[in-house]
């Protein structure tokens, strides 16, 4: 692995439950030597990157970050494009919506829109990692990947989250060989017990797999019409922001969403 690789590695530890970390915790995390540890964060310190704070000098995002942050959104507007579509989805099915991206073989949570409907809701981090085997999002987007990355990524350690987390390979292979003849994902209470998710995955230019939209609702909330409200509005926001993002739906998704529709 790279010198730049190692330090990008570092950056991706931090979270917004964890937005400062001194130097042996981060060489604990990474399991990279304090020294080497060190070397790298000075460097990323050097260019803004990150930056220490307090009297036990951790270290926390730089401000360089915000200006790599507002230029990608400036000329690449995912989030400002995903807004009116996540508040529109969110409004018609009364639940929060939220849209992640696949970048660096994870699955980012980028925004998300809540309902007013309901004074319960599903409260979602724009900043969080989705786990691929126990999220309908990460099932969406991991059924209509390729079978190499498929493979990959069951192969992983798959860590159970509820009684309900499914993380058997056999079984989750099956289960994605059954999202991508339906064209959508569901997650019944597997990243949390009382949560239950639609999600649809969402295509580039070149028609490859790219994202996920997702609906989550308290699962007391789910009944077979409000699944046919949820995936008939699913899909028709999966298509409109594939194509605001400038993606290109495959035509076997567009023939399974229009019988959704």
């Not at 803004?48 to 915000?66: I, S, W």
């Not at 309900?164 to 390979?169: L, R, Y």
Request: hydrophobic share 45%; proline share 5%; with cysteine.
């Amino acid at each position: 692995m790279g010198t730049v690789s190692k330090a990008l590695e570092l950056l991706d530890l931090f979270t917004r439950g964890r937005p400062q970390i001194g130097l042996s915790e981060l060489a604990r995390l990474s399991d990279v030597n304090k020294a080497t540890c060190y070397r790298l964060m000075s460097e990323l310190q050097n260019h803004g990157l990150v930056e220490q704070v307090g009297a036990a000098r951790e270290y926390r995002l730089g401000p360089a970050v915000l200006r790599l942050s507002a230029l990608r959104e400036a000329h690449v507007p995912m989030r400002e494009a995903a807004m009116p579509v996540l508040q529109e989805l969110a409004r018609v099915t009364g639940e929060t919506a939220h849209v992640s991206v696949l970048s660096c073989g994870q699955l980012r949570s980028i925004a998300h829109a809540y309902s007013g409907a309901f004074g319960t809701k599903v409260i979602m981090d724009d900043v969080h990692v989705l786990p691929f085997h126990a999220t309908s999002s990460g099932m969406a987007v991991l059924a209509h990947l390729d079978g190499a990355n498929q493979t990959a990524e069951l192969q992983k350690p798959l860590l159970s989250r509820t009684a309900n987390t499914e993380t058997d390979p056999a079984k989750l292979a099956q289960r994605l060989r059954d999202i991508a003849a339906l064209g959508y994902a569901e997650s019944a209470g597997g990243y949390e017990a009382e949560v239950h998710s639609f999600a649809v995955p969402l295509f580039d230019s070149a028609g490859a797999c790219s994202g996920g939209l997702a609906v989550a609702s308290p699962r007391s909330r789910v009944t077979p019409d409000q699944t046919r409200v949820t995936l008939a509005a699913l899909t028709r926001a999966g298509r409109e922001l594939t194509e605001l993002w400038g993606g290109t739906l495959p035509p076997a998704i567009d023939d399974k969403w229009r019988a959704l529709a």
